[in-house]
Every structure is written in structure tokens, then in C-alpha cells.
């Protein structure tokens, strides 16, 4: 009832920046939380970083003052700015929102099929 796409994903140098986008669509009525979290090979997922409604954010240590999330409420969108890129950043990014479905007005947690980032060093 919900889909989310993400894109902005591919190599990228140290250093470097990428900027990935989360586009929801579907039966939203609203979209509560929207959150960023990464799966490096072997490790489990991380949150990265999340962005409520009114736009409070909280970011993962390892990412704080290099990566930026915002949203745009009215497109149903999220991005994630990642700049001064590192090899440990290398992940799949998925993309997640909690999402009140229009149908039955119950929230349910929507994930995107992840874009994959690769930092070289």
C-alpha cells in the first residue's frame, strides 16, 4: 500500500559526498518519523540518522557534523546529505518511515529496498 524508493546511491572517493533521496508514495495519509539506516557486509543494520514531522533530527556519532537528513513534508520525501565521506561508510542505505496508511489510519513501518554507497579509499 506504501512503496519507498531510494536513489543517489554509487562510488564515491574519500572525501567525497553523495546525497541520497527516500521517495514515498501510496496510500499516505501522514508520514510520522523518516529515518536512514545502513548495513555494512557482516555488521547489522544501524540507524544513521531520523527526522520527525517537525523536523528534529538525531544522528549516529560516527556521522555527526558530516551527514545531513531533511524532509519535505508535502512530497512525501527524506535526504540524506552525506559529505566528507570514509571507507567505514561503505553500506547498504534503506531508507524507513512510519507511515499512517489512509485505508485504516493505522501506522505501519515502511522500508525502501536500500541503495547501495561505496566509499574508496
Known amino acids: 500500500q506504501v512503496q519507498l524508493v531510494e536513489s543517489g546511491g554509487g562510488l564515491v572517493q574519500a572525501g567525497g559526498s553523495l546525497r541520497l533521496s527516500c521517495a514515498a508514495s501510496g496510500r499516505i495519509f501522514r508520514i510520522n518519523d523518516m529515518s536512514w539506516y545502513r548495513q555494512a557486509p557482516g555488521k547489522q543494520r544501524e540507524l544513521v540518522a531520523l527526522i520527525n514531522r517537525g523536523g528534529t533530527t538525531n544522528y549516529t556519532d560516527s556521522v555527526k557534523g558530516r551527514f545531513t537528513i531533511a524532509r519535505d513534508n508535502a512530497k512525501n520525501t527524506a535526504f540524506l546529505q552525506m559529505n566528507s565521506l570514509k571507507p567505514e561508510d561503505t553500506a547498504v542505505y534503506y531508507c524507513?518511515?512510519?507511515?499512517?496508511?489512509?485505508?485504516?489510519?493505522?501506522?505501519?513501518?515502511?522500508w525502501g529496498q536500500g541503495t547501495l554507497v561505496t566509499v574508496s579509499s
Open positions: 524507513n518511515a512510519m507511515t499512517i496508511v489512509s485505508t485504516h489510519y493505522s501506522t505501519v513501518e515502511v
